[in-house]
């Protein structure tokens, strides 16, 4: 969005779309009172038949080619007394809510949901929501509607491909993806363009299905089209992969030690996939070097240091696998304290003692990057202790260690303020959370097993007992009571050691913005990261409120724009990507069970009430249950055919972005109901995640960003939305839970 030097766009777009609907006037099912239509004519949008009239059914045809014909203008008269004039005459004169329901867009035939009341209403198809009503003859004016109501019309969905990617099969195995479009004038008549690779894959014309089996692995453009029986045409070029049999893999487990002021050479492995292979290495340490085509690893390390090397390898077909590697430069003096330390629970001392081996003691210890826990010390011989705050962090720094010889060693250091035991209250359950590697360490010997006793008004009961899980939910607890959790380690040599406990409290939960201690609520409740591109970033004075609690959004033609009310994370043209936020739940959880799991808000708006102009801000989400292990959501875009795609229309969007759909106004946790943009984590994969607590929204920016086949992400640039600062860039405006 716009330019913060600029007058603030928003609001004048949306004081000319609503007028008088910042009042209670037309929110919900409100009419204006008192007003009662005139004698014009109810419009419909002319099609192939210049000048005819026509019924409700075709009043909205579309061009031959799919589009809307703005230009065109029949008019029919009141005394036609057609179905939808007739019922917004009785909705508005009458306030009969009754009267408007039923009512669909144009070239919608089926709906998985409905929400939003009156004019506001949208449905839901194929994951998107449309509004029913498009205002754009009365410029988004609720006033002019009831004044007018032969200006109201239904709105028209372009005929558009709404499926993802098709995704990835298998040689040798018979292989079936159906398409599906939205929009037009059904039925359809689907075709393929066939391209080098395709020849075994055949596409239904009727039902769009696609189906065949290769032999071989096939990395395929897909090119596809779609017909509606008013001659619309809609068309995506997808991505065909039929993966090998063997996964793509870095079999490479060690890196060979480098010597101080000598050469280095050492070549990375793989299996699997389609070579050829494309190979990169991100590391703090400008030293190592990666040959993309052989994986060669080089450098010259004038410093005795471990350096970890993230190693990316992605083969012909895209698919992309990542290792963490440690590449060891010595001189005879190493630091043996591993990279990861033993967590520091919050609130409490902390004390760990650093090991170096070779070279000739004494050892002196001393950080050279990064920084501490405030009020920590480091000592000369090599000792770390504070007492860690009641925030759980993360914080990363530099050790060096010398030898009495003058030698030196440096090592990156990673330490975690985390409770060894994670309770979460929600909804008459708990999320729980431990991390069995920390605290084998933290034990100093190897685990056999953890267990997790609770002791509540039901007294106590073990609620898990053994090793290869770190969380559950622990279900059917009582609103109202406070249960205490106790993990305790079990170790190999027999040892039963107590490690963490934690008391919560199960909260009464509402839709209504929480109380702490008192009430919870389904939404995020803690800002814990906040990363725009600008310090002059939109709303950021009104944060954690404008972004904790419910959606500011009051309904379709009404969403959120005030500073108080969300706050922007910036996109740039040719800045790459925009700026992040990073939200905690705190008071609930979003447990990931069957269908939708969450739901995010931002202010999409439909420029002057017309459905056609939806402006939308993307950005890709990721979750997490510890920080620092975050799993990002696919995104697929769907570009046309031919040309650059058309950036209001949702369905190029395809797959995993938030900033597409626009609230509702509705039960905000029930997501076919309340608009925005719901996610379902099974599509990320995981099998070990119940739930989580953490989650990461990025703004896209323009170009910047891939999706699963490579195609670049487009962003619009109307309104100055790539201008780097202001409200440029997604509008976040709420978080809620739907499985909490």
Same mark, same amino acid.
């Given at each position: 969005?716009?330019?913060?030097?600029?007058?603030?766009?928003?609001?004048?777009?949306? =004081?000319?779309?609503?007028?008088?609907?910042?009042?209670?006037?037309?929110?919900?099912?409100?009419?204006?009172?008192?007003?009662?239509?005139?004698?014009?004519?109810?419009?419909?949008?002319?099609?192939?038949?210049? !000048?005819?009239?026509?019924? #409700?059914?075709?009043?909205?045809?579309?061009?031959?080619?799919?589009?809307?014909?703005?230009?065109?203008?029949?008019?029919?008269?009141?005394? =036609?007394?057609?179905?939808?004039?007739?019922?917004?005459?009785?909705?508005?004169?009458?306030?009969?809510?009754?009267?408007?329901?039923?009512?669909?867009?144009?070239?919608?035939?089926?709906?998985?949901?409905?929400?939003?009341?009156?004019?506001? /209403?949208?449905?839901?198809?194929?994951?998107?929501?449309?509004?029913?009503?498009?205002?754009?003859?009365?410029?988004?004016?609720?006033?002019?509607?009831?004044?007018?109501?032969?200006?109201?019309?239904?709105?028209?969905?372009?005929?558009?491909?709404?499926?993802?990617?098709? +995704?990835?099969?298998?040689?040798?195995?018979?292989?079936?993806? /159906?398409?599906?479009?939205?929009?037009?004038?059904?039925?359809?008549?689907?075709?393929?363009?066939?391209?080098?690779?395709?020849?075994?894959?055949?596409?239904?014309?009727?039902?769009?299905?696609?189906?065949?089996?290769?032999?071989?692995?096939? @990395?395929?453009?897909?090119?596809?089209?779609?017909?509606?029986?008013?001659?619309?045409?809609? =068309?995506?070029?997808?991505?065909?992969?039929?993966?090998?049999?063997?996964?793509?893999?870095?079999?490479?487990?060690?890196?060979?030690?480098?010597?101080?002021?000598?050469?280095?050479?050492?070549?990375?492995?793989?299996?699997?996939?389609?070579?050829?292979?494309?190979?990169?290495?991100?590391?703090?340490?400008?030293?190592?070097?990666?040959?993309?085509?052989?994986?060669?690893?080089?450098?010259?390390?004038?410093?005795?240091?471990?350096?970890?090397?993230?190693?990316?390898?992605?083969?012909?077909?895209?698919?992309?696998?990542?290792?963490?590697? &440690?590449?060891?430069?010595?001189?005879?003096?190493?630091?043996?304290?591993?990279?990861?330390?033993?967590?520091?629970?919050?609130?409490?001392?902390? #004390?760990?003692?650093?090991?170096?081996?070779?070279?000739?003691? +004494?050892?002196?210890?001393?950080?050279?990057?990064?920084?501490?826990?405030?009020?920590?010390?480091?000592?000369?011989?090599?000792?770390? @202790?504070?007492?860690?705050?009641?925030?759980?962090?993360?914080?990363?720094?530099?050790?060096?260690? #010398?030898?009495?010889?003058?030698? #030196?060693? /440096?090592?990156?250091?990673? *330490?975690?303020?985390?409770?060894?035991?994670?309770? %979460?209250? &929600?909804?008459?359950?708990?999320?729980?959370?431990?991390?069995?590697?920390?605290?084998?360490?933290?034990?100093?010997?190897?685990?056999?097993?953890? =267990? %997790?006793?609770?002791?509540?008004?039901?007294?106590?009961?073990?609620?898990?007992?053994?090793?290869?899980?770190?969380?559950?939910?622990?279900?059917?607890?009582? @609103?109202?009571?406070?249960?205490?959790?106790?993990?305790?380690?079990?170790?190999?040599?027999?040892?039963?050691?107590?490690? !963490?406990?934690?008391?919560?409290?199960?909260?009464?939960?509402?839709?209504?913005?929480?109380?702490?201690?008192?009430?919870?609520?389904?939404?995020?409740?803690?800002?814990?990261?906040?990363? +725009?591109?600008?310090?002059?970033?939109?709303?950021?004075?009104? *944060?954690?409120?404008?972004?904790?609690?419910?959606?500011?959004?009051?309904?379709?033609?009404?969403?959120?724009?005030?500073?108080?009310?969300?706050?922007?994370?910036?996109?740039?043209?040719?800045?790459?990507?925009?700026?992040?936020?990073?939200?905690?739940?705190?008071?609930?959880?979003?447990?990931?069970?069957?269908?939708?799991?969450?739901?995010?808000?931002?202010?999409?708006?439909?420029?002057?009430?017309?459905?056609?102009?939806?402006?939308?801000?993307?950005?890709?989400?990721?979750?997490?249950?510890?920080?620092?292990?975050?799993?990002?959501?696919?995104?697929?875009?769907?570009?046309?055919?031919?040309?650059?795609?058309?950036?209001?229309?949702?369905?190029?969007?395809?797959?995993?972005?938030?900033?597409?759909?626009?609230?509702?106004?509705?039960?905000?946790?029930?997501?076919? /109901?309340?608009? !925005?943009?719901?996610?379902?984590?099974?599509?990320?994969?995981?099998?070990?995640?119940?739930?989580?607590?953490?989650?990461?929204?990025?703004?896209?920016?323009?170009?910047?960003?891939?999706?699963?086949?490579?195609?670049?992400?487009?962003?619009?640039?109307?309104?100055?939305?790539?201008?780097?600062?202001?409200?440029?860039?997604?509008?976040?405006?709420?978080?809620?839970?739907?499985?909490?």
């Amino acid at each position: 969005m716009p330019n913060s030097r600029q007058p603030f766009w928003k609001l004048i777009v949306l =004081s000319t779309l609503f007028v008088s609907a910042l009042g209670a006037a037309y929110v919900g099912f409100q009419s204006a009172g008192g007003s009662h239509p005139n004698d014009s004519a109810l419009r419909g949008k002319n099609g192939k038949n210049s !000048g005819a009239k026509r019924s #409700t059914g075709d009043l909205h045809a579309p061009k031959g080619d799919g589009t809307i014909d703005e230009d065109k203008d029949d008019s029919l008269e009141p005394d =036609s007394e057609t179905e939808l004039y007739k019922r917004l005459k009785k909705f508005f004169s009458e306030k009969d809510e009754s009267a408007l329901q039923g009512l669909r867009p144009i070239g919608i035939s089926q709906i998985e949901g409905e929400g939003g009341k009156g004019l506001n /209403r949208q449905v839901k198809a194929n994951g998107k929501w449309y509004p029913v009503f498009d205002l754009g003859k009365v410029g988004g004016s609720f006033d002019d509607a009831a004044a007018n109501p032969g200006m109201v019309d239904l709105t028209r969905v372009p005929l558009s491909i709404t499926s993802a990617n098709p +995704p990835r099969g298998k040689v040798n195995q018979a292989y079936s993806f /159906r398409f599906e479009a939205i929009g037009g004038l059904p039925p359809y008549h689907w075709s393929m363009q066939p391209t080098e690779g395709t020849a075994g894959f055949s596409l239904d014309q009727a039902s769009g299905l696609l189906s065949g089996v290769s032999n071989t692995p096939v @990395t395929a453009t897909l090119n596809i089209f779609v017909a509606d029986s008013s001659n619309g045409h809609a =068309s995506t070029s997808f991505s065909l992969v039929i993966a090998p049999e063997t996964p793509l893999a870095i079999t490479t487990t060690m890196l060979p030690v480098a010597t101080v002021g000598e050469p280095y050479h050492a070549v990375l492995t793989a299996e699997g996939g389609v070579t050829p292979y494309e190979w990169t290495i991100s590391t703090s340490n400008g030293t190592w070097m990666c040959d993309a085509m052989t994986g060669e690893i080089t450098g010259n390390p004038t410093q005795a240091e471990e350096t970890s090397l993230t190693v990316t390898l992605t083969d012909n077909q895209r698919t992309t696998v990542q290792k963490i590697l &440690s590449l060891n430069a010595s001189n005879g003096i190493d630091i043996v304290t591993e990279t990861q330390l033993p967590p520091a629970a919050p609130n409490n001392r902390y #004390t760990q003692s650093f090991e170096a081996s070779g070279g000739s003691a +004494p050892y002196t210890w001393k950080i050279v990057d990064g920084s501490l826990p405030d009020g920590w010390t480091f000592s000369a011989e090599g000792l770390l @202790t504070g007492v860690a705050s009641t925030q759980e962090a993360l914080y990363d720094f530099t050790v060096e260690v #010398t030898d009495n010889d003058g030698q #030196t060693f /440096r090592k990156s250091m990673h *330490l975690a303020v985390i409770e060894a035991l994670v309770a %979460i209250p &929600s909804r008459e359950r708990a999320g729980l959370a431990w991390q069995p590697e920390s605290l084998s360490r933290s034990v100093g010997a190897a685990l056999q097993g953890i =267990s %997790i006793q609770r002791n509540g008004p039901n007294g106590k009961v073990e609620v898990y007992r053994g090793l290869n899980s770190t969380n559950m939910v622990d279900r059917n607890l009582t @609103t109202g009571a406070s249960y205490e959790y106790t993990l305790t380690a079990h170790t190999v040599d027999g040892r039963a050691v107590p490690f !963490g406990a934690t008391r919560i409290k199960i909260l009464p939960m509402s839709l209504q913005r929480g109380v702490q201690g008192t009430r919870g609520d389904p939404f995020v409740d803690r800002v814990r990261a906040f990363k +725009p591109l600008s310090v002059s970033a939109y709303g950021t004075a009104g *944060l954690p409120f404008n972004v904790t609690g419910p959606p500011d959004g009051r309904s379709t033609y009404n969403p959120a724009s005030a500073q108080t009310e969300v706050v922007s994370l910036n996109a740039k043209l040719g800045g790459g990507l925009g700026g992040t936020i990073t939200l905690e739940f705190t008071d609930n959880i979003v447990e990931l069970g069957d269908g939708l799991d969450f739901t995010i808000f931002e202010n999409v708006f439909f420029d002057q009430g017309r459905p056609q102009k939806r402006f939308m801000e993307p950005a890709v989400v990721e979750v997490a249950l510890f920080d620092g292990q975050w799993y990002r959501f696919p995104i697929n875009v769907n570009p046309p055919v031919n040309g650059e795609p058309v950036l209001t229309n949702p369905s190029y969007y395809a797959q995993g972005f938030a900033g597409v759909n626009g609230t509702t106004g509705d039960k905000v946790d029930d997501p076919n /109901r309340s608009g !925005g943009d719901s996610f379902d984590a099974n599509a990320l994969g995981i099998s070990n995640l119940t739930w989580i607590r953490f989650i990461r929204i990025q703004s896209t920016g323009h170009k910047a960003l891939r999706d699963l086949n490579g195609t670049l992400v487009y962003h619009t640039d109307l309104l100055g939305a790539l201008s780097g600062v202001g409200s440029s860039g997604f509008d976040l405006d709420a978080v809620c839970a739907v499985n909490y």
